[in-house]
């Protein structure tokens, strides 16, 4: 996957700061597991900050659904009424939400003080509202049905960028989707007059499957205008001031959250701020993005209303940054009902280190296929968790040629295992079956 990097970006390594390190155990979070994802960044990038490049079709693939999924029939979220109809339209070719995302919508995991996310949102409100007593308004119940242009235009995103394809985002319609990125509501909170913004929301990506990527996560976005009269008597242009406000800010916060940690800040791109940074923590013997960040453009303030200001901005990824906080080894927990997860976790309580209480043995099954041009590795997750749910824990390419004729194979390795229990061969074999024939039906791939 991922690698994605939506956001094509010029990264650069040049570490900035440096802090000193008491990195807790290896290996939670892995690098990229296969080429397909290895563009540019970490995967943590691929989460916060990037949007993918890998290959895109450009044209929505109902096929990809998944009807099985029970779901609630109506969903209330920040006072819109939400029925399953207006997300999942199975005969409209520009909706391209499968029942598995529907589901998702509402559980809103941010807003639950005992999960993590919760505790992890509630920790950062707390750093803002001691560094800026409480001047920031928060905002974490906004709905996340939002148009295109919410989503893309008014984030200055190129109408021809990769992040707007139907591989990599979820369209309720052509002109609707599931927003993929809390920036989203950078525009319409600027317009009502916000100075200082706290946006938590679930957001939605197609993508592949591991153990750091699902394709619903939750981000925290935070935006702060100044007036002029704040940097004239700091000897700064504008733009400088508020690029040290920032990472002194973002510095202070991943202090609060993991004590002494090494960090550095990396020079990059994205389309709704200049300059870019990210800010990557050293973990694991590895560095990872945990926030993308920088100074807004100054054309989205003058769009808003707000010309005379400068502003900061920043996105950063709730789960891994949780993930990191509270050992938890795999994406997929976060989203469990098991009460040996969710007992462990208490209001109030950050960086309480996570007790696996099984490790149930993985089941491998391999898939080979020829593929068309159309397919994409995204459509292939999508068509895998469809139908073995969380059971699936990694697809992963492992072998990729074209013979003499031009025809391409991929080889997949599936990696199937439950966080709650032991699978049976019986059952795996079933899967794996059914899995096959909605591979080779939906995707028009030729098994091998
Ligand atoms: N929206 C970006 C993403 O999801 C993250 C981000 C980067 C948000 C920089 C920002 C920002 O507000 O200034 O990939």
Not at 37 to 42: D, G, I, P
Not at 318 to 323: G, N, S, T
Not at 393 to 420: P, W
Request: glycine share 6%.
């Amino acid at each position: 996957m991922l690698i994605h990097t939506r956001f094509a970006r010029a990264l650069s390594t040049n570490p900035a700061l440096h802090m000193a390190s008491s990195l807790p155990h290896p290996h939670l979070l892995r690098p990229p597991s296969s080429h397909l994802r290895s563009h540019l960044l970490s995967p943590f990038s691929s989460r916060f900050l990037s949007f993918s490049s890998s290959p895109s079709s450009t044209v929505p693939n109902p096929s990809t659904k998944n009807f099985k999924t029970a779901t609630a029939a109506l969903l209330e979220i920040g006072g819109v009424k939400i029925a399953k109809e207006d997300v999942v339209k199975e005969d409209d070719p520009t909706n391209n939400v499968p029942d598995t995302i529907y589901s998702k919508i509402g559980l809103q995991l941010h807003r639950r003080d005992n999960h993590p996310l919760g505790i992890l949102k509630n920790a950062i409100y707390d750093y803002f509202d001691t560094s800026y007593s409480a001047k920031f308004v928060k905002f974490d119940d906004l709905c996340p049905i939002v148009s295109v242009k919410e989503n893309f235009d008014d984030v200055l995103v190129p109408a021809d960028h990769v992040s707007r394809s139907y591989n990599d985002t979820y369209y309720v319609d052509s002109q609707t989707v599931l927003r993929c990125h809390t920036s989203a509501h950078q525009a319409e909170l600027l317009r009502k007059g916000h100075t200082h913004i706290l946006v938590t929301g679930d957001v939605y990506r197609r993508d592949s499957i591991d153990s750091t990527h699902y394709p619903v996560f939750h981000q925290m976005e935070g935006l702060r205008l100044f007036s002029s009269d704040e940097w004239l008597g700091s000897g700064m242009d504008g733009t400088s001031y508020a690029a040290t406000d920032l990472k002194k800010l973002l510095e202070g916060l991943a202090k609060h959250l993991f004590g002494t940690v090494e960090m550095r800040w990396v020079d990059t791109y994205f389309p709704f701020t200049n300059p870019s940074f990210e800010l990557e923590i050293y973990f694991q013997e590895k560095w990872m993005e945990v926030l993308g960040c920088g100074v807004t453009e100054q054309e989205i303030l003058g769009r808003n209303g707000r010309q005379d200001h400068v502003a900061w901005a920043f996105g950063l990824g709730l789960e891994r940054l949780a993930m990191v906080l509270f050992d938890i080894p795999d994406i997929r927990l976060f989203w469990t009902n098991d009460q040996r997860f969710t007992s462990q976790f208490s209001e109030g309580k950050l960086g309480v280190k996570f007790k696996p209480f099984s490790k149930f043995p993985p089941c491998y099954k391999d898939m080979s296929f020829w593929i068309s041009d159309a397919f994409t590795e995204n459509n292939l997750c999508e068509v895998v968790r469809g139908l073995a749910g969380d059971l699936v824990e990694e697809v992963q390419l492992i072998d990729n040629f074209t013979n003499k004729k031009g025809m391409t194979s991929h080889c997949y390795r599936i990696a199937y295992r439950s966080m709650e229990r032991s699978l049976t061969d019986e059952e795996i074999n079933q899967l794996q079956w059914n899995v096959r024939e909605a591979v080779q039906d939906k995707l028009k791939v030729v098994l091998r």
